[in-house]
């Protein structure tokens, strides 16, 4: 593939078509460098979230609801590093589609499960959290392994449906307005009432609701934290499940902080893509790495805030998981 052409050629993304895109002009510097970058942020992302898929599938300590969820979104988020960045890197670096209509709709429709599907297990999050905090004593009752793995299994099949109709829903759409549109490109052309349909489904209705509940989750673990610190001042008996619930809030607040993360990244691209405006395909090609790149974070704030992630993280590095019973050590210990 030629990469370095003058400046008064007009290269085609397929020279042998008629109806082909133009390509776009880059030098072999940029090429090397932009194949570079995004190959190791891809790598990374991977790499880090096999590390918390890994660590929560092994030991049994770690077989608990919220980390369930937690491995979910580890596994959308790992998805996302395989397989949505790489493609998109060499659309993005060749300015071209290089393979074909029928890759480009399941493309289409991976990428919109993986959102969907990382934005459906906040949800669960949120609501595991509610409940943890909120209202302790119905939690082993309310949120089970059972409960939580339906939970789960339910949002991976309607963020597959939903990705399937709107995708279909888009490319019939487009088959039929734009038959001018040159070959050598992937992306939809949506009609308005989906538009509104994705707005509510995908912004409104989610990030509402997370909202709301992360605003009564903090408000109820700042309230619970006063009391149990004016009880340990007093030099009062603080009892096991005031301890419980102190530990329940800071899983809380860390995983508010991914929320949080999620929602900053994610909502600006969603009204960029979703918008009726004019909008710079830099700008949305910019806020929807964005997106991505916030898959390779939240294994990072694991490490910040959950001790147990870096104890089994060291046990994955030294290769101690495969000794006998390894599945079973206490990465709580010390913790």
């Known amino acids: ?18 109806s082909s895109c133009i390509k776009g002009k880059r030098s072999s510097y940029e090429y090397n460098i932009m194949y570079a970058f995004f190959s190791l942020l891809s790598a990374w992302t991977v790499f880090l979230n096999l590390l918390v898929i890994i660590s929560i599938s092994h030991f049994k300590k770690l077989h608990t609801p919220t980390n369930l969820i937690i491995l979910s979104l ?44 990382s934005l459906s297990n906040l949800v669960l999050i ?14 082993p009752k309310k949120i089970t392994t059972a409960k939580t793995l339906i939970s789960i299994s339910l949002c991976w099949f309607f963020s597959s449906t939903y990705s399937i109709g709107y995708s279909v829903s888009g490319r019939y759409f487009e088959a039929s307005q734009r038959s001018d549109a040159c070959y050598g490109k992937c992306y939809l052309v949506i009609r308005f009432s989906w538009i509104l349909t994705d707005l509510f489904f995908s912004l409104l209705l989610p990030c509402t609701l997370i909202i709301n509940l992360y605003l009564r989750i903090f408000y109820v673990a700042h309230q619970q934290v006063k009391v149990i610190n004016s009880l340990m001042k007093s030099g009062k008996c603080v009892t096991e499940g005031s301890v419980r619930r102190k530990s329940e809030s800071k899983a809380a607040l860390t995983l508010g902080i991914i929320v949080t993360v999620y929602l900053l990244c994610y909502i600006p691209y969603t009204l960029s893509a979703t918008s009726t ?13 964005t997106l991505y790149v916030n898959s390779g974070l939240n294994p990072l704030i694991y490490a910040l805030f959950y001790r147990w992630f870096k104890i089994s993280v060291k046990h994955i ?19």
């Open 317 to 335: 590095l030294t290769f101690k998981i495969f000794k006998p019973a390894s599945s079973l050590v206490d990465i709580f210990k010390d913790y």
């Open 74 to 117: 580890a596994v959308a988020d790992m998805l996302v590093g395989l397989i949505i960045m790489p493609v998109d890197a060499i659309k993005l670096i060749e300015t071209c589609w290089y393979f074909g209509d029928t890759f480009c709709d399941v493309f289409l429709i991976i990428m919109g499960l993986l959102l969907s599907a």
């Open 1 to 18: 593939m030629v990469y370095e052409i003058e400046d008064h050629e007009t290269q085609y993304c397929f020279p042998a078509i008629n």
């Open 126 to 139: 949120a609501i595991d959290r509610y409940v943890a905090v909120c209202h302790p004593l119905l939690y």
């Open 277 to 289: 405006t004019v909008i710079s395909s830099a700008t949305i090609t910019f806020l929807l790495w």
